[in-house]
Nanobody
Framework: EVQLVESGGGLVQPGGSLRLSCAASGFTLDDYAMSWVRQAPGKGLEWVST????????YYAESMKGRFTISRDNARNTLYLQMNSLKSEDTAVYYC????????????????????????WGQGTQVTVSA
């Protein structure tokens, strides 16, 4: 059974940092591109970042560039998102998602998020940025 389990969320002050983890099981992580997607209260899904299967290429939404870093440890079957210089507008539920291998990378990294681009999602972890 494929499972994605996020952890590491919490309450942090503006300017602070958090590191999210996504533990994958039931499949071999290095067979897939992986993404982080978030959903703020009352808003739709927003793409955050994508990393290809071996970690050699990473992609970020414009507002996350320079602040967030996606990485993966395929040996540990774990995906990470290091978030620095957090802002109140980063408050959201953060999900890790496994990309459907049939979806071109350009569709994962541009335009609005489509749930159909991903075949498995985690349950999400809440990140709240507040003083």
């Amino acid at each position: 059974e494929v499972q994605l389990v996020e952890s590491g969320g919490g309450l942090v002050q503006p300017g602070g940092s958090l590191r999210l983890s996504c533990a994958a099981s039931g499949f071999t992580l290095d067979d897939y591109a992986m993404s982080w997607v978030r959903q703020a209260p009352g808003k739709g899904l927003e793409w955050v970042s994508t990393i290809i299967w071996n970690g050699d290429s990473t992609y970020y939404a414009e507002s996350m560039k320079g602040r967030f870093t996606i990485s993966r440890d395929n040996a540990r079957n774990t995906l990470y998102l290091q978030m620095n210089s957090l802002k109140s507008e980063d408050t959201a539920v953060y999900y890790c998602a496994r990309a459907d291998s049939r979806v071109p990378l350009v569709l994962l990294t541009t335009g609005p998020v489509s749930q159909s681009h991903y075949d498995y999602w985690g349950q999400g972890t809440q990140v709240t940025v507040s003083a």
